[in-house]
């Protein structure tokens, strides 16, 4: 699994990435899904920067996504009713909603966004694609850059 630093040059590379399509007007699909996986590895750099998790009031030893389900099944405590599936993606909502409320809704946007843009509907909106790049995403950068002294890039929107 990635490390901290590796999840930030993954992060800083998917950002530029974002920052070179962002001129193209026909690949907002694009730019809703490199947002999100920016978010994801801002995301993961932050677990595994913190290696823990907190659950139901206990705090787990978690360093990435992976390690959340097992760890609340060899912890007894009971599996939360309302996710869907064990995934990744699942864990790290669940995650982002309970330890990181601060940027828990931006993330959720991103994920349902992307979700949207890569099974849906390609053809996105320039002003809703550009919204989640400058509302979501870079809410997100701010604050893993401010509370964690990462080093996250924000996308040059040129």
């Given at each position: ?25 026909d ?47 060899t ?9 869907k599936?064990?995934s ?34 390609y ?8 919204g ?21 890039k ?5």
């Amino acid at each position: 699994m990635p490390t901290d630093a590796e999840h930030l040059i993954h992060g800083n590379h998917n950002i530029d990435f974002l920052s070179y399509i962002y001129p193209q007007q026909d690949f907002n699909d694009w730019i809703v899904t490199a947002a999100f996986y920016s978010s994801v590895h801002i995301i993961e750099c932050v677990v595994f920067k913190r290696k823990r998790v907190i659950y139901r009031g206990k705090a787990l030893q978690v360093a990435h996504p992976k390690e959340f389900f097992i760890q609340i099944k060899t912890s007894g405590l009971p599996f939360p009713n309302y996710c869907k599936s064990k995934s990744d993606h699942a864990a790290r909502l669940l995650i982002v909603y309970l330890n990181y409320p601060e940027v828990s809704a931006q993330y959720k946007r991103l994920y349902n966004a992307s979700e949207t843009a890569r099974y849906r509907q390609y053809i996105w909106n320039r002003r809703i694609a550009e919204g989640m790049v400058t509302t979501n995403l870079q809410t997100i950068i701010t604050w893993c850059n401010k509370k964690f002294s990462t080093a996250f890039k924000n996308p040059s929107l040129n």
